[in-house]
């Protein structure tokens, strides 16, 4: 279905874009980066897609770098010419120019799915709705929520793994990071509302990085459905705070939803609504599934490495053995887990959950001797790194002692971004997984049933069928 209608977009448009393209590769003739803008309208996107439905998304950097010189090249994705940074250099080229020669641009299903959100605001809005984010998710602000994250993976772990012998990792972790994302961001805790909202959340997501074909049966139609779906639900959910704010049966600082409607920003103005809704959105999309990603790719590769499995339990039961039968972990404890926290940035390095970002020149400028024009969007992606033998020697090795000492050099290892722009869920995700790991480890061993099955990246690794495990529990 969703072919047919590429293929009468297709015809329809193409000669509007061939000549766009055209006109923009020969418009004063710049010195542009080497590379191929592909194919009209789709440009290079099949080729982007299928690396990653193969599981090997960096595949299609790695190609073009091979032949275009390891600095940049031109691309076409998503509808827009593009030009891609690469290795640490192109990094620290774009995280350090933010809004001096670029700023941060998604693609059209994304602005048109997040209207109102930081994603897309003006410069200054979104330097305000960052400060205003960061006041919940600073680390000081969110030692506070490590003993709540224990008792949810606490209760979590009791009602949908304990006595069970198998269960679908990929389906729980989502559960519980969605569930986790609800609970401290809105108090959302009926478990019913939850999946609700998280079925929609996956049909969303599925359409944030394709072609914005706003027709029946597409990706992106079902996406925009969905998340006008969630939005109503959210009008709701803030109207009814609102009330409970007026009339003192909600706390101003219970949670991230009345933090934002009681707060105003730097120059007194307090986010309207669509604001509110569009930015809860975003938090609650990149608040869940980028670290339920992680998490299941750390089963996987735990799964297939006993030795770094050992050495996580013995670091989770030291920490267990020096706190009180029932007592929750505290932010002292995730301090302790470095072993743990190196084990996660190795598989972020592997399989990163996001695989790069986009910007626009704002100017005109030039990069490695090419002409970058105003307009343009620009790409940094961990693929241009993260595999790199020259920063990660043998890097097809897990080896997470790479993190040990100062660690990887700089601008190479970008999960999370860098610069003003950096992902402000970074400390979150951090507990999020380490929680998680935590409460996993002390309970059960695991294998895979499939231990071949393959993992998608669409647009995050996603495993093909679900990542099913066999449980062993510790005797005790
Ligand atoms: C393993 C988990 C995560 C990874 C790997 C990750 C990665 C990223 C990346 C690569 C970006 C784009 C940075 C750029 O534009 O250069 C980003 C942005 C963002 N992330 Fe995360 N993220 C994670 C978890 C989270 C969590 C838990 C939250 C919320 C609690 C969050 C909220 C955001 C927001 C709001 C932005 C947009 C920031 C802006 O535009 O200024 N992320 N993240």
Redesign the pocket.
Known sequence: MELVFLSLFLIILSSFLTYRFFFISKRKDPKLPPGSLGWPIIGELLAFTRSGQNGTPQDFVQERMDKHGARIFKTSLLLEPMAVFCGPDGNKF??SNENKLVA?WWPTPVRKIFPSS??TATADK?KQT?KL?MTF?KPEALQKYVGTMDAVARRHFEVEWEGKAEVMVFHLIKTYTFYL?CSL?ASIEDSDQVLKLGREFDVMIKGILTLPLNIPGTRFYRATRAAEAIRRELRVMIQQRRVDLLEGKASPTQDLLSYLLVTPDDNGQFMVEKEIVD?FL??LF???D??A??LMMIIKYVAEMPHIYDEILKEQREIAALKGGDELLNWEDIQKMRYSWNVANEV?RLK???Q????TAIADFTYAGYEIPKGWKLY?S?NTTHRDPEYFPEPEKFDPMRFEGVGPAPYTF?????????????E??RL??LVFLHNLVKRFRWETVFPNEKIRVDPMPAPAYGLPVRLFPHPS
């Open positions: 774009l995280f941060s930081i994603l979104a960052r984010l998710l994302a961001f930015n975003v938090m990149a608040g869940h980028t670290s990603s992680t972020m990163a959950p996001a790069g970002a986009f910007r940094w961990v970008t999960p999370f971004g860098g610069g003003p722009r950096m992902c402000p869920g970074k979150f995700a999020q997984i």
